[in-house]
């Protein structure tokens, strides 16, 4: 089955710097890789996604990018805000799969430090 | 709200008893998922419904363990003879599935303590 792996587990930055967090996966049929954010005590919200035909995809100040020959995917965060301080999750999944189950990463404490 | 929502949103009871969750997915998505996510990691996947059928069972999910959708609306999911090992929050997904979309919108979760 699909292995996610993320690092690091924990990540401090001040006010306006950039974030990276990098995530990894086993399956190479995976084709659709997910962001969450997950406040504490709150539901995780997606806040993008990417697939398998693209190498980066920017939504305001996230990006995230992919390299499906490395099996690694990215998330970017620039001028980041105290707002940014969440749990992030990435995840994997395959449309070839019948479930299309997620297999989530383990989690990034992010905390940004006004 | 058109979101997911969950019922009830804390759960404590004792070992040995058997508590019932339920969720309400967005209105006319087709899957639903069920995850169990405990402190510190991600989301794991028990089981998913395309409507009413239960097609898919992780190995997490043991036989005190079931589910159902009967009207291909809401689910629930039953753990009887609790033990504290399901001490966790479950979290219920929906998602529509067609013209390639995979995008699961999650529901606020149902928190379980097992005294």
């Known amino acids: 089955g699909e292995n996610v792996e993320q690092h690091p587990s924990t990540l401090s930055v001040q006010e306006g710097d950039s974030a990276v967090i990098k995530c990894t996966y086993s399956d190479s049929a995976s084709n659709y890789f997910p962001w969450y954010k997950q406040e504490l005590g709150k539901r995780p919200q997606l806040i993008i996604d990417?697939?398998?035909?693209?190498g980066e995809k920017k939504d305001q100040r996230i990006a995230v990018t992919l390299n499906k020959t490395a099996k690694h995917f990215s998330l970017h965060i620039t001028e980041t805000q105290p707002e940014d301080s969440a749990v992030y999750f990435c995840a994997a999944t395959s449309s070839v799969r019948s479930a299309r189950q997620l297999t989530f990463g383990s989690g990034t404490q992010l905390t940004v430090l006004p | 709200d058109t979101g997911v929502s969950q019922d009830p949103r804390h759960k404590i009871t004792k070992r040995g008893q058997n508590v019932t969750f339920r969720c309400d997915p967005i209105?006319?998505?087709?899957?639903l998922y069920w995850y169990r996510q405990t402190l510190g990691q991600g989301p794991e996947f028990l089981t998913y419904f395309q409507n009413e059928a239960q097609l898919e069972k992780s190995r997490l999910l043991s036989d005190r363990f079931s589910a159902e959708r009967p009207k291909g609306s809401f689910s629930t999911l039953e753990i009887q003879r609790t033990e504290q090992g399901d001490s966790a929050m479950y979290l219920c997904a929906s998602s529509l599935v067609g013209g390639g979309a995979n995008e699961q919108f999650f529901g606020p979760g149902t928190r379980l303590t097992v005294l």
């Open positions: 990417i697939r398998s035909n693209v």
């Open positions: 209105s006319e998505h087709n899957r």
